[in-house]
Nanobody, 116 residues
Framework: VQLVESGGGLVQPGGSLRLSCAAS????????MSWYRQAPGKERELVAR?????????WYGDSVKGRFSVSRDNAKNAVYLQIASLKPEDTAVYYC?????????WGQGTQVTVSS
């Protein structure tokens, strides 16, 4: 089971990015997928979640609601996080996550830095 994030980078305040997470080794469509982030000196926090195929449900943390959008492409085994109206406080490492058979599976993370 593997998750690989990409798409991070340096962006100016107000800018946007699209993060991607490529999944492999499990039946991707059958699992809820989540995005977390961890800023320097802070705990890892859940920012968005999308349900498995057929449920069509999403959830967002209060700090990102209205600015972030999570989606998935089950044909490509990929989950995405569109992040917009970025603020300096969005600076963090963003992680893709799945709970697979009771195990926590994380990607390696992708750095997002918001700075002018």
């Amino acid at each position: 089971v593997q998750l690989v994030e990409s798409g991070g980078g340096l962006v100016q305040p107000g800018g946007s990015l699209r993060l991607s997470c490529a999944a492999s080794g499990f039946t991707f469509s059958a699992y809820d997928m989540s995005w977390y982030r961890q800023a320097p000196g802070k705990e890892r926090e859940l920012v968005a979640r999308i349900s498995r195929a057929g449920i069509d449900s999403t959830w967002y943390g209060d700090s990102v609601k209205g600015r972030f959008s999570v989606s998935r492409d089950n044909a490509k085994n990929a989950v995405y996080l569109q992040i917009a109206s970025l603020k300096p406080e969005d600076t963090a490492v963003y992680y893709c996550y799945v709970e697979w058979w009771g195990s926590n599976v994380w990607g390696q993370g992708t750095q997002v830095t918001v700075s002018s």
